[in-house]
């Protein structure tokens, strides 16, 4: 079964809304999970690297304010994207490591229209 | 930097046909390796991963992949394909102080012919 979740798999909003995933660790706490983006047909970038209980780290290029982090507990980080606009569009995927693999969620496609 | 190439963008295999797809790694200290498929619209899934040990890996639905450190490579291998392999394979190195990030190489698109 999976041991990394994501939710949701499909959203679409509207251009200038914000747009919430979430991403869970089943069963095993993960202080660190990792937020990557996959844009079509390219291969995965990260984005950034969410800490429980202190601010993200974020990759260079990757614009803070409009991809908000929150990781309140050790199973649960968010990737919030703040005033969307078309090209975040995009496929979002988190992942956490639970001893020596790294698990990924199902993965996020965001539309935004 | 850290860097994984997959020098091949796509690769079409006859059914029943052996498979390598290659990987080759630059990273300055002993590499975990992983490869991961993506089917169209789904996420990502493990195949295999290489930490220590024997160089040579089994991974899930018969893939093998052999670490050769001479050569910075982690190629992947499948004696038989099966339709159901046709995909996208991600090979991926884990960088960070514990080994959590991933730097991802730009994927191998394979088809399987009848």
């Known amino acids: 079964g999976a041991v990394v979740s994501q939710h949701p798999s499909r959203v679409i909003c509207k251009s200038g809304t914000s747009v919430k995933i979430e991403c869970r660790s089943l069963?095993?706490?993960?202080?660190?999970m990792f937020w990557y983006r996959q844009f079509p047909k390219q291969s995965l970038m990260l984005m950034a690297t969410s800490n429980e209980g202190s601010k993200a780290t974020y990759e260079q290029g990757v614009e803070k304010d409009k991809f908000l982090i929150n990781h309140a507990s050790l199973t649960l980080s968010t990737l919030t994207v703040t005033s969307a606009h078309p090209e975040d569009s995009s496929f979002y995927i988190c992942?956490?490591?639970?001893?020596?693999?790294?698990?990924f969620g199902e993965g996020s496609w965001l539309t935004v229209v | 930097a850290q860097s994984v190439t997959q020098p091949d963008i796509h690769i079409t295999v006859s059914e029943g046909a052996s498979l390598e797809l290659r990987c080759n790694y630059s990273y300055g200290a002993t590499p975990y390796l992983f490869w991961y498929v993506q089917s169209p619209g789904q996420g990502l899934q493990l195949l295999l991963k290489y930490f220590s040990g024997d160089t040579l890996v089994q991974g899930i639905k018969g893939f093998e992949a052999e670490f050769k450190r001479s050569q910075s490579s982690f190629n992947l291998r499948k004696p038989s394909v099966h339709w159901s392999d046709a995909a996208e394979y991600f090979c991926a190195v884990a960088i960070g102080v514990f080994n959590e990030k991933l730097t991802f190489g730009t994927g191998t698109r394979l088809t399987i012919i009848p």
């Open positions: 992942s956490a490591r639970q001893g020596n693999t790294i698990y």
């Open positions: 069963d095993f706490q993960a202080t660190t």
